[in-house]
């Protein structure tokens, strides 16, 4: 559903009341088999001493659970399911659908009735009962003993690729080891007098140091910027630049 959809609240000038019914699941399955305009049941009404009884009559064509020729083919689910009606007790409670050629949601109607559609107790439900159960203990998971190899999937390797390529770099570029501070900083006031702005991964390359050892230094001769055009750089601080920065020539402009 997308967060732009437009809410129609056209329909509570209409007072359309609708019924909030629960079914059981292998009863909603069965609804889907149904040919788009099929019919799924029929719905009867009565009253019995001033209590509305209501029952759903499932079609006889949709009765059965499975296809002809499958294991539970043969097996019929319930076709009489009585209402247990429930009050709405005092709650507001309102359908919605989707209607995606205008791309709005629409109000369908307000809930007037509450009712639970349960099938009658008959040899078809319990047989579907333990069919179901059955279903349920079956494992999701289960072993098997192969007699031979497998040759159309990946086979196990000792290691990878790109495991092996990293280990090469890694021994041919050796262990980075820390230099003396003063050399460190020999090079990076090289460096930037190259360039204004590094990024750390250049300046490690540049410098040949372990990242944390860098970026400690850094700290105390250079700044580094989080925003801007040149976001996530480093640059040095102005008591250790032989250049003025932009900012600088503009005062110095100005003034």
């Known amino acids: 559903m997308s967060d732009k959809m437009e809410v129609n609240l056209s329909g509570v000038k209409q007072s359309k009341g609708v019924w909030l019914v629960k079914v059981p699941k292998y009863l909603s399955q069965q609804w889907d088999k149904a040919t788009e305009r099929g019919e799924v049941g029929k ?8 209590v509305s009884q209501v029952c759903f009559s499932l079609n006889a064509e949709l009765s059965a659970l499975g296809a002809v020729g499958e294991k539970d083919g043969t097996l019929q689910v319930p076709r009489d399911h009585p209402f247990t009606m429930h009050t709405v007790g005092g709650q507001t ?3 919605f659908i989707t209607v995606s050629v205008v791309d709005e949601i629409s109000l369908e109607g307000m809930v007037v009735h509450r009712a639970e559609c349960r099938p009658v107790v008959n040899d078809s439900y319990m047989k ?3 069919l179901q159960i059955e279903e349920s203990t079956k494992p999701q998971r289960f072993s098997q003993q192969l007699e031979r190899a497998i040759t159309t999937v990946f086979k196990p390797v000792a ?49 040949r140091q372990p990242v944390t050892y860098l970026k ?40």
């Not at 280990?167 to 050796?174: I, R, T």
């Not at 230094?217 to 008591?239: C, D, F, Q, V």
């Open 43 to 50: 719905i009867t009404i009565g009253k019995y001493v001033c």
């Open 93 to 95: 409670m309102a359908v």
């Open 128 to 130: 579907l009962k333990k």
């Open 159 to 207: 290691n990878h690729d790109f495991n092996v390529e990293y280990e090469k770099k890694k021994k041919s570029e050796g262990k980075m080891v820390r230099a003396e501070r003063q050399v460190v900083l020999d090079m990076l006031f090289s460096a930037f007098e190259k360039h204004q702005y590094y990024n750390i991964k250049d300046l490690v390359d540049i410098t």
């Open 216 to 255: 400690e230094i850094m700290r105390e001769i250079g700044t580094y910027n989080s925003k801007g055009a040149h976001k996530s750089t480093w640059e040095l601080k102005p008591e250790y630049r032989h250049y003025q920065s932009a900012e600088e020539e503009e005062e110095m402009q100005t003034t």
